[in-house]
């Protein structure tokens, strides 16, 4: 995987949610479409974890049908409640694109950008395209951080 973008020690401005401190995650993305997203600080275990066939999720948030905004808002409050659960394993389902106009999913690349250096990341370990079994590059599955 080649780096896209650098990760900057700390992501400005705060939201108004409490949690960890927010740090941007790092982004790599893969030729064949595949999107991973870690902190600097992520064993690799983890990371492998993700791409693993076996994976099960205890959680799962379906963002069919919504706007970026909405779908953002849901995510974070999926997120930050699953995390607050005690939740590690969780998918994100966000669609192909197929029903998107120009057949571009805008709604992914928007929740990878909100995963990685919006609100959300304060609740996110790592991400990754999900599996084949749990949906491939139509979701995304994330492992979040401690309680």
């Given amino acids: ?15 108004s949610n409490p949690g960890p401190p927010l740090e941007a995650l790092i982004v790599e993305r893969e030729s064949n479409g595949i999107v991973a ?7 690799a275990s983890i990371v492998d ?3 693993d066939p076996g994976l099960q999720v ?5 963002l069919h049908g919504y706007t970026v905004r909405e779908a953002e808002r849901e995510m974070l409050r999926f997120v930050r409640d699953r995390q607050q659960a ?19 999913a805008t709604l992914k690349a928007e929740m990878i950008e909100s995963l990685s250096k919006r609100a959300p990341a304060r609740f996110v370990l790592a991400f990754r395209t999900a599996p084949r079994h ?9 492992r979040l951080t401690d309680r």
């Fill in 1 to 15: 995987m080649l780096p896209v973008e650098e990760r900057p020690a700390q992501v400005a401005g705060r939201a």
């Fill in 37 to 43: 997203g870690r902190r600097s600080s992520t064993h």
């Fill in 49 to 51: 974890a993700l791409e």
């Fill in 58 to 62: 205890e959680a799962e948030c379906d």
């Fill in 86 to 104: 005690g939740k590690r394993w969780v998918l994100i389902i966000v669609g192909k694109g197929l029903h998107s106009p120009n057949g571009k």
């Fill in 134 to 142: 749990l949906g491939s590059t139509g979701a995304l599955v994330a």
